[in-house]
Structures are given as structure tokens and as C-alpha cells.
């Protein structure tokens, strides 16, 4: 029975890795950390398989996971480790919209960590207000309100800019 079990969640996990890995980037907006929640959220997926299973909606249960995962890391120890002093030079810009889109992650990360969650969730997934509340366990009001105040905040930071841009971020 173990070995179906396992078979499973490699098989389901494998097919699911992109769209993790894909929601992981956009929430923390850098390559490394988003491959670390997404093996912090497989890795607790493993161990609550049986559970996730019955779950209505995996793949809600689980992208559920990775966004508690998110918000809840900053709360780790080893996450206000930092190795370098300051942050390593970035990659040249190349001209074909990415200026563009870094500018706009630039800008989702100095919105509070609850609101980046929010407004991935709403617009790069298009999710519906209640399913980002269930994601996020908290009201529908609370994710119209974060909603709200992180784009008002991304208006903000990114000043004159095309705010269409947003949704190119992708």
C-alpha cells in the first residue's frame, strides 16, 4: 500500500512541480528562495500525503501550502541569515520587456509579504476573492482590503509608470 502511496505523490508532485515553482518565483521574486519553498512545500506534502489526498482540491490544499509557507517564512531563524553584506549585483538588463517586469517584482517586493500574497493570487492566478481568502485563511473583506492597499502601494512605488505593466510581470 505504501509504495502506491508513494508512487502517487511522485507522480502527482512531478506534474506539479512547474506551477509550484512558477508561484514560488512570483511570491518571492527570486530563483533560490522559491526553489526552497517549494521543497519546504512538497517535503510537508510528503509527509501529510495521506491527508492531501482527501482533500476537495489538491492542487487549492496545496498551493495553500506553499503560500502559508511563504508568508510563515520570515519567522524561521535561518531566514535572517544573510551571506552577503549586501546584495550581489543583478543580472545585466536585456531589452525585450524584462526591464519592464523587473522593475514591477521590484517594486511586489517591498509590498508587505501578506499583500504580495493577495495580489498574486488575484492576478497572476486570477483566482476568485473567496479562494485566495480560503488559501490565505482570512476573510473575503481582508482580500479586498489587502488587495486594495498592495496595489495602491505598487501605484505608489512605481509612481508614473504604465500600470498595465502589472500584468505582464509573468
Known amino acids: 500500500m505504501r509504495d502506491t502511496s508513494d508512487k502517487e505523490y511522485v507522480d ?66 535561518w531566514a535572517r541569515v544573510r551571506l552577503f553584506r549586501e546584495t550581489p549585483e543583478p543580472p545585466p538588463l536585456r531589452d525585450d520587456g524584462v526591464e519592464e517586469r523587473q522593475v514591477v517584482r521590484a517594486a511586489l517586493s517591498r509590498v508587505p509579504r501578506r499583500q504580495q500574497a493577495v495580489l498574486v493570487l488575484r492576478f497572476f492566478y486570477d483566482l476568485p476573492v473567496d479562494e485566495v481568502a480560503a488559501t490565505l485563511g482570512c476573510s473575503s473583506g481582508t482580500v479586498k482590503s489587502q488587495t486594495s492597499r498592495g496595489l495602491a502601494t505598487l501605484r505608489r512605488l512605481l509612481g508614473e509608470r504604465d500600470f498595465a505593466g502589472f500584468s505582464a510581470v509573468t
Open 12 to 77: 502527482y508532485v512531478s506534474a506539479r512541480i512547474p506551477a509550484l515553482r512558477r508561484l514560488a518565483y512570483l511570491l518571492a521574486g527570486d530563483e533560490h528562495r522559491a526553489d526552497d519553498l517549494v521543497q519546504q512545500t512538497i517535503t510537508t506534502l510528503y509527509v501529510k500525503w495521506r491527508r492531501a489526498q482527501a482533500a476537495d482540491k489538491l492542487d487549492a490544499y496545496v498551493r495553500t501550502m506553499l503560500v502559508r509557507t511563504y508568508l510563515d517564512e520570515r519567522r524561521l531563524a
